[in-house]
């Protein structure tokens, strides 16, 4: 497993951050490990009994299988995707998908995750703004933008961040 982090609370918040268990040669990376590792965490002495005074926000790659057992498991939890795993995901993609040149390759990178970028967004007219802008600069990317990356960077790394001005990841 790379990581499975659980953190201590601050003010009945509960952090949990996890990333897929891809070089875990002991089990398998689907989504009944997933289950069974989330419900040890569920279960265990950290989190108090009654889980409707707190909050916990799960944090992950978005793994297919994990992000199924997350729901399960934690259906009101607030969830995160880490930014990194969303940058190398679309450097790959650029890269091997696309057939970008360096540069290109990291101007997107830049127009979605530099100081100025797509994720700087204030609000969701701003971010809206920011994503036709990319879409309009590098055509060939829009496709990617739209149906795979645009709405989880919205859902998953914008709006935790609106809601608690402290998620970062």
């Not at 569920?42 to 790659?61: A, F, N």
């Not at 036709?132 to 149906?147: D, E, G, K």
Request: glycine share 4%; hydrophobic share 30%.
């Amino acid at each position: 497993m790379d990581t499975c982090d659980l953190f201590l609370p601050s003010r009945d918040t509960y952090d949990v951050l996890l990333s897929s268990m891809d070089t875990c040669d002991l089990l398998p990376p689907n989504r009944d490990t997933y289950d069974v590792l989330l419900s040890s965490v569920d279960t265990c002495d950290l989190l108090p009994p009654s889980r409707d005074t707190i909050e916990i926000r799960v944090g992950s790659d978005h793994n297919g299988g994990l992000t199924k057992a997350l729901d399960s498991v934690f259906p009101n939890a607030t969830r995160l995707l880490c930014t990194k795993h969303i940058k190398d995901n679309v450097s790959d993609h650029l890269k091997n998908k696309i057939g970008s040149n360096d540069k290109e390759r990291i101007e997107v990178l830049d127009s979605i995750f530099g100081s100025t970028g797509l994720i700087t967004a204030q609000d969701q007219d701003e971010f809206n703004e920011k994503a036709t802008n990319i879409s309009a600069r590098y055509s060939n990317f829009n496709t990617y933008l739209q149906s795979r990356l645009k709405e989880r960077l919205y859902e998953y790394v914008l709006k935790p961040r609106y809601q608690h001005q402290h998620v970062d990841l």
